[in-house]
């Protein structure tokens, strides 16, 4: 077998891009879509037919090195709606009570959540989607963050869960909780009570409205239970959140990302605006601008 200097020196690019980034062996062949196995045979200069994955590997490298220059988006900053989560997080966690965060999509909410995690170890997040929108998916879920064997009657992981819980100190933050129905959310209900911990469930408009249930006598045990709520909307940001979030920009570049933080679009948009335009080497008004109709974003 003859090893050529392009197999060196992609075996030295591997090698490199490992140490640079932390990147572990079987991360890196997980990547390329191959076995650790055959990754390890390349980098000993041992695999049968390497130049089948010079292209891969060529590839691999050249997008990573494109993702470590490519622009960031901001981050995390304690913005007015921010804030207004986190500190309903904090009094649930304090208190050991149920709290409720709802309103517009991309206003923050869950980067509010990823800080808090941060921040408090001890809090467990579990982020629903339609595919766990049942009782036993969110017990699923919290058993999986909590580190309890899954699999089994939701009976026995309830219990468990809740052994895991009482006198710990924890909080339970649900993220994109209008996914849930009315008896996953009295099961959630029912844990944070019997455990004694804090429960905040964060979503859009249609969790809120589901628990209120419109005055129906079965949603009142749930509903009472709600000791802090907090409607998020995208219409109150305020202009004093895009300096602390765009604090190098000029006040009429800022004042038009407030006007898309205000819309739908929200933050996000907002972001997403910034972030392809400095990608696009122009972060001027004009280049924003440009960026949002191309983004096919009004503001």
């Not at 060529?58 to 913005?79: G, M, N, S, W, Y």
């Not at 468990?160 to 009295?186: F, M, T, Y």
């Not at 300096?243 to 972001?271: D, T, W």
Request: hydrophobic fraction near 40%.
């Amino acid at each position: 077998m003859v090893v050529t200097n392009e197999w060196l020196e992609l075996i030295q690019a591997i090698k490199d891009h490992m140490e640079k980034t932390g990147m572990s062996q079987s991360g890196v062949a997980r990547a390329l879509g191959i076995s650790p196995a055959a990754l390890s045979q390349f980098l000993k200069e041992t695999y049968p037919s390497p130049h089948k994955l010079f292209g891969k590997i060529r590839a691999f490298l050249t997008v990573d090195e494109a993702r470590e220059v490519a622009p960031q988006k901001p981050d995390f900053v304690h913005t007015s709606q921010s804030q207004a989560v986190l500190d309903i997080i904090t009094y649930c966690h304090v208190a050991n009570v149920l709290g409720i965060v709802y309103g517009d999509a991309g206003i923050g909410k869950t980067e509010a959540i990823r800080e808090y995690a941060r921040n408090h170890p001890e809090a467990v997040v579990i982020t629903m989607s339609p595919a766990f929108g049942t009782t036993k998916g969110v017990t699923e879920k919290l058993a999986k963050a909590l580190k309890v064997q899954e699999g089994r009657s939701i009976r026995r992981m309830y219990e468990e869960i809740n052994e895991k819980l009482v006198e710990s100190g924890r909080v339970i933050i649900v993220d994109e909780a209008q996914h849930l129905p009315l008896k996953a959310l009295d099961h959630l209900r029912s844990i944070a009570d019997e455990s004694g911990v804090g429960l905040v469930l964060i979503g859009n408009e249609e969790v809120y409205t589901r628990m209120t249930g419109r005055g129906e006598a079965a949603f009142a045990q749930l509903f009472s239970r709600i000791s802090m709520r907090k409607n998020v909307r995208t219409e109150l940001t305020q202009p004093e959140d895009m300096e602390l979030l765009f604090p190098h920009l000029q006040e009429e570049e800022r004042n038009f990302l407030l006007r898309i933080s205000r819309s739908k679009y929200g933050i996000r948009g907002a972001v997403n605006v910034y972030v392809n335009s400095a990608a696009n080497q122009n972060v001027k008004l004009q280049g924003l601008m440009d960026m949002a109709r191309y983004m096919g974003i009004g503001a």
